[in-house]
């Protein structure tokens, strides 16, 4: 497949899963908010998936999802995200995030289709961080209609106890739980 073309099925998939929701709030649940402040600089690195909602543009990954963030001379964020596939292979995505709002905001958009589509307001998806412990060990991002969700952390074991305390506070933002399903991290 050339690049171009994949280049555009990217955008396809972009098209119908991240820019195009409307925002709908769970049985009179107030709107989804992020973190109030998020400390770029000790955002950036490498984050492993611990669990998320199924997702078509992640279908196909089997283990080792992991996100990792560096900082551009721009000030944008690089986003790198990669994923184990059943063949062994590996399969990269490289994006780019900006900041929606002031300098500590934890509200992002997220683009994977080319830079020459930028322009494009629809190219870019939401991407709230909306619980982050204050080590920025253990994140979990979403966006305004609760229809993605995951759960990111430092390492790829999460203490039972701490796992827990996070999807009681995820269901307290009614984000339904029941739909999450752990990442294999061999």
């Known amino acids: 497949m050339t690049p171009l073309l994949k280049s555009l099925l990217l955008v396809s998939a972009l098209l119908g899963g991240l820019g195009c929701h409307a925002q709908t709030n769970p049985a009179g649940m107030p709107p989804l908010q992020a973190i109030p402040h998020l400390d770029v600089q000790r955002y950036l690195?490498?984050?492993v998936e611990i669990a998320k909602f199924p997702n078509r543009f992640?279908?196909?990954c089997v283990s080792s999802t992991s996100a990792n963030y560096s900082l551009e001379a721009d000030g944008r964020l690089?986003?790198?995200?990669q994923c184990k596939l059943a063949s062994g292979d590996w399969e990269r995505a490289l994006g780019q995030a900006k900041q929606v709002g002031n300098s500590d905001s934890a509200r992002l958009k997220v683009r994977f289709a080319p830079a020459?589509?930028?322009f494009l307001p629809f190219v870019w998806g939401d991407y709230w961080v909306v619980d982050l412990d204050e080590s920025y060990q253990l994140a979990a991002v979403s966006e305004p209609s609760r229809e993605y969700l995951w759960i990111l952390s430092r390492e790829p074991v999460v203490e039972s106890?701490?796992?827990a305390a996070l999807l009681s506070r995820l269901?307290?933002?009614g984000l339904d739980i029941n739909k999450l399903e752990k990442t294999d991290q061999r």
């Open 45 to 47: 690195g490498r984050w």
């Open 58 to 60: 992640q279908k196909q």
């Open 78 to 81: 690089r986003v790198l995200n």
């Open 116 to 118: 020459w589509l930028s």
């Open 161 to 163: 106890a701490q796992y």
């Open 171 to 173: 269901k307290a933002m």
